[in-house]
Protein backbone atom coordinates (compact mmCIF):
# COMPACT_ATOMS: atom_id res chain seq x y z
CA UNK A 1 0.00 0.00 0.00
CA UNK A 2 1.01 3.64 -0.87
CA UNK A 3 2.16 5.37 2.42
CA UNK A 4 4.01 7.89 4.85
CA UNK A 5 6.73 6.03 6.57
CA UNK A 6 9.06 7.12 9.38
CA UNK A 7 12.13 5.90 10.76
CA UNK A 8 12.80 5.10 13.32
CA UNK A 9 9.30 5.18 15.60
CA UNK A 10 11.64 5.56 18.50
CA UNK A 11 14.84 7.55 19.13
CA UNK A 12 16.80 8.70 22.30
CA UNK A 13 19.34 11.31 21.82
CA UNK A 14 21.36 13.30 24.03
CA UNK A 15 21.29 17.34 24.94
CA UNK A 16 23.38 18.61 22.24
CA UNK A 17 23.85 15.94 20.56
CA UNK A 18 22.62 16.06 16.48
CA UNK A 19 20.03 14.39 15.25
CA UNK A 20 18.05 13.57 12.26
CA UNK A 21 14.20 11.91 11.38
CA UNK A 22 13.34 10.14 8.31
CA UNK A 23 10.16 10.46 6.22
CA UNK A 24 9.59 8.27 3.07
CA UNK A 25 6.66 7.86 1.13
CA UNK A 26 5.29 6.11 -2.07
CA UNK A 27 2.44 8.52 -2.69
CA UNK A 28 4.65 10.93 -5.23
CA UNK A 29 3.15 13.84 -3.56
CA UNK A 30 4.50 17.07 -4.45
CA UNK A 31 4.14 18.35 -0.89
CA UNK A 32 5.91 17.22 2.18
CA UNK A 33 5.24 19.15 5.79
CA UNK A 34 6.99 18.65 9.19
CA UNK A 35 4.86 18.85 12.10
CA UNK A 36 5.76 19.03 16.19
CA UNK A 37 3.71 17.46 18.84
CA UNK A 38 4.76 18.35 22.09
CA UNK A 39 3.29 15.68 25.15
CA UNK A 40 -0.94 16.36 25.54
CA UNK A 41 -0.48 19.13 22.35
CA UNK A 42 -1.88 19.93 19.34
CA UNK A 43 0.94 19.50 16.12
CA UNK A 44 2.22 22.39 15.43
CA UNK A 45 3.62 22.85 11.89
CA UNK A 46 7.20 23.43 11.55
CA UNK A 47 7.80 23.52 7.50
CA UNK A 48 6.99 22.26 4.44
CA UNK A 49 8.60 21.84 0.67
CA UNK A 50 6.38 21.93 -2.45
CA UNK A 51 8.71 20.27 -4.69
CA UNK A 52 12.70 21.60 -3.97
CA UNK A 53 10.86 25.14 -2.76
CA UNK A 54 11.58 24.85 1.22
CA UNK A 55 8.88 26.96 3.30
CA UNK A 56 9.69 27.50 7.04
CA UNK A 57 7.32 29.01 9.69
CA UNK A 58 7.93 32.80 11.18
CA UNK A 59 8.05 30.92 14.74
CA UNK A 60 9.94 27.45 13.85
CA UNK A 61 13.57 27.92 15.59
CA UNK A 62 16.57 28.07 13.60
CA UNK A 63 17.61 24.65 15.66
CA UNK A 64 15.40 22.85 13.38
CA UNK A 65 16.59 21.96 9.37
CA UNK A 66 14.99 20.26 6.83
CA UNK A 67 16.32 18.34 3.32
CA UNK A 68 14.81 16.88 0.76
CA UNK A 69 16.99 15.45 -1.49
CA UNK A 70 14.27 13.67 -3.87
CA UNK A 71 10.35 13.35 -4.02
CA UNK A 72 10.54 10.77 -1.27
CA UNK A 73 12.91 11.61 0.86
CA UNK A 74 12.26 14.56 3.83
CA UNK A 75 14.62 14.58 6.31
CA UNK A 76 14.23 17.00 9.54
CA UNK A 77 17.73 18.15 11.40
CA UNK A 78 18.48 19.15 14.75
CA UNK A 79 21.23 20.32 15.28
CA UNK A 80 21.43 21.05 18.71
CA UNK A 81 18.58 19.65 20.83
CA UNK A 82 17.54 20.82 24.10
CA UNK A 83 15.18 18.84 26.62
CA UNK A 84 12.48 21.24 25.06
CA UNK A 85 12.63 19.45 21.51
CA UNK A 86 11.39 16.47 23.16
CA UNK A 87 8.66 15.53 21.11
CA UNK A 88 6.20 13.56 18.79
CA UNK A 89 7.60 14.51 14.56
CA UNK A 90 4.98 13.99 12.69
CA UNK A 91 5.60 13.65 8.47
CA UNK A 92 2.76 14.71 6.03
CA UNK A 93 2.21 14.69 2.59
CA UNK A 94 -0.16 16.03 -0.07
CA UNK A 95 -0.30 16.01 -3.87
CA UNK A 96 -0.12 20.02 -3.60
CA UNK A 97 -0.92 22.65 -1.37
CA UNK A 98 -4.18 23.19 -1.26
CA UNK A 99 -5.53 19.57 -2.06
CA UNK A 100 -8.02 19.24 0.38
CA UNK A 101 -6.02 16.05 2.24
CA UNK A 102 -2.88 15.64 4.23
CA UNK A 103 -1.56 11.87 4.68
CA UNK A 104 0.60 11.56 7.74
CA UNK A 105 3.18 8.84 8.68
CA UNK A 106 2.94 7.16 12.33
CA UNK A 107 5.30 9.89 13.77
CA UNK A 108 8.93 9.52 15.54
CA UNK A 109 8.92 10.51 19.32
CA UNK A 110 12.07 11.71 20.14
CA UNK A 111 13.16 12.02 23.75
CA UNK A 112 16.24 14.37 24.38
CA UNK A 113 18.65 12.91 27.61
CA UNK B 1 -5.05 32.16 11.54
CA UNK B 2 -9.47 32.01 12.07
CA UNK B 3 -9.89 29.80 15.45
CA UNK B 4 -11.92 27.37 16.78
CA UNK B 5 -13.28 26.11 19.75
CA UNK B 6 -14.18 22.71 20.69
CA UNK B 7 -15.08 20.96 24.26
CA UNK B 8 -11.88 19.89 25.83
CA UNK B 9 -13.68 16.03 26.22
CA UNK B 10 -17.10 13.86 24.92
CA UNK B 11 -18.17 10.56 25.99
CA UNK B 12 -20.21 7.72 23.89
CA UNK B 13 -21.46 4.39 24.66
CA UNK B 14 -20.73 2.13 21.81
CA UNK B 15 -23.18 1.77 18.96
CA UNK B 16 -24.97 5.57 19.66
CA UNK B 17 -24.61 8.36 17.34
CA UNK B 18 -21.79 10.94 18.58
CA UNK B 19 -22.30 14.94 17.85
CA UNK B 20 -18.68 16.78 17.98
CA UNK B 21 -19.25 20.33 17.87
CA UNK B 22 -16.75 23.15 16.65
CA UNK B 23 -17.31 26.94 16.96
CA UNK B 24 -15.55 28.91 14.20
CA UNK B 25 -17.26 32.51 15.19
CA UNK B 26 -14.43 33.91 12.47
CA UNK B 27 -14.50 32.27 9.96
CA UNK B 28 -13.79 33.99 6.16
CA UNK B 29 -15.55 33.06 3.04
CA UNK B 30 -13.11 30.86 1.64
CA UNK B 31 -12.47 29.11 4.86
CA UNK B 32 -13.06 25.23 4.31
CA UNK B 33 -13.57 23.22 7.45
CA UNK B 34 -11.49 20.29 7.86
CA UNK B 35 -11.67 17.93 10.54
CA UNK B 36 -9.06 15.19 11.35
CA UNK B 37 -8.62 12.44 14.11
CA UNK B 38 -5.56 11.02 16.03
CA UNK B 39 -5.54 7.47 17.29
CA UNK B 40 -3.74 7.02 20.10
CA UNK B 41 0.05 6.74 19.64
CA UNK B 42 -0.56 7.57 15.71
CA UNK B 43 -0.39 10.55 13.26
CA UNK B 44 -3.77 12.90 12.89
CA UNK B 45 -5.88 11.28 9.53
CA UNK B 46 -7.97 12.81 7.81
CA UNK B 47 -12.25 12.36 8.05
CA UNK B 48 -13.83 15.01 5.98
CA UNK B 49 -13.88 18.82 5.25
CA UNK B 50 -16.67 21.50 3.90
CA UNK B 51 -17.17 24.64 2.94
CA UNK B 52 -21.07 25.22 2.87
CA UNK B 53 -23.24 22.33 2.66
CA UNK B 54 -23.54 19.31 4.62
CA UNK B 55 -21.35 16.41 3.82
CA UNK B 56 -21.12 12.73 4.27
CA UNK B 57 -18.38 10.30 3.33
CA UNK B 58 -18.16 6.61 5.09
CA UNK B 59 -16.62 7.85 8.14
CA UNK B 60 -18.65 10.62 9.15
CA UNK B 61 -20.86 13.30 8.32
CA UNK B 62 -20.24 17.04 8.46
CA UNK B 63 -23.18 19.58 9.42
CA UNK B 64 -22.51 23.03 8.89
CA UNK B 65 -24.49 25.80 10.64
CA UNK B 66 -26.23 28.46 7.66
CA UNK B 67 -24.18 31.48 8.89
CA UNK B 68 -21.33 28.89 8.91
CA UNK B 69 -20.11 29.92 12.34
CA UNK B 70 -20.71 26.56 13.67
CA UNK B 71 -20.45 22.69 12.59
CA UNK B 72 -20.91 19.17 13.85
CA UNK B 73 -18.65 16.61 12.89
CA UNK B 74 -21.65 13.52 13.35
CA UNK B 75 -20.14 9.98 13.99
CA UNK B 76 -23.34 7.91 13.22
CA UNK B 77 -22.77 4.97 15.57
CA UNK B 78 -19.37 5.26 17.82
CA UNK B 79 -17.07 2.15 17.92
CA UNK B 80 -14.24 1.43 20.23
CA UNK B 81 -12.00 2.15 17.25
CA UNK B 82 -13.70 5.66 17.06
CA UNK B 83 -11.79 7.13 20.65
CA UNK B 84 -9.63 9.62 19.46
CA UNK B 85 -8.52 13.50 19.77
CA UNK B 86 -10.83 15.20 17.23
CA UNK B 87 -9.50 18.20 15.78
CA UNK B 88 -11.65 20.91 13.80
CA UNK B 89 -8.99 23.22 11.75
CA UNK B 90 -10.16 25.79 9.35
CA UNK B 91 -7.97 25.86 6.37
CA UNK B 92 -7.41 28.68 3.84
CA UNK B 93 -8.21 27.84 0.24
CA UNK B 94 -4.37 28.49 -0.79
CA UNK B 95 -2.51 31.90 -1.40
CA UNK B 96 0.11 32.59 1.43
CA UNK B 97 -1.72 29.91 3.95
CA UNK B 98 -0.91 27.31 0.95
CA UNK B 99 -3.53 24.96 3.02
CA UNK B 100 -1.66 24.98 5.92
CA UNK B 101 -3.50 23.03 8.70
CA UNK B 102 -3.09 25.01 11.99
CA UNK B 103 -4.36 22.49 14.83
CA UNK B 104 -6.17 23.47 17.77
CA UNK B 105 -5.86 21.76 20.85
CA UNK B 106 -9.26 19.17 20.24
CA UNK B 107 -11.76 17.21 21.88
CA UNK B 108 -11.00 13.63 23.47
CA UNK B 109 -13.75 11.28 22.31
CA UNK B 110 -13.97 8.13 24.79
CA UNK B 111 -16.34 5.60 23.87
CA UNK B 112 -17.80 3.17 26.34
CA UNK B 113 -18.06 -0.79 25.79
Known amino acids: DAMVIQNPRYQVTQFGKPVTLSCSQTLNHNVMYWYQQKSSQAPKLLFHYYD ?44 RTDYYEQYFGPGTRLTVT | DAKTTQPNSMESNEEEPVHLPCNHS ?53 TLRDAAVYYCI ?17 TILTVHP
Not at chain 2, 53 to 73: F, G, P, W, Y
Not at chain 2, 92 to 102: F, Q, R, V
Request: glycine content about 10%.
Open chain 1, 52 to 95: KDFNNEADTPDNFQSRRPNTSFCFLDIRSPGLGDAAMYLCATSP
Open chain 2, 90 to 106: LRGAGGTSYGKLTFGQG
Open chain 2, 26 to 78: TISGTDYIHWYRQLPSQGPEYVIHGLTSNVNNRMASLAIAEDRKSSTLILHRA
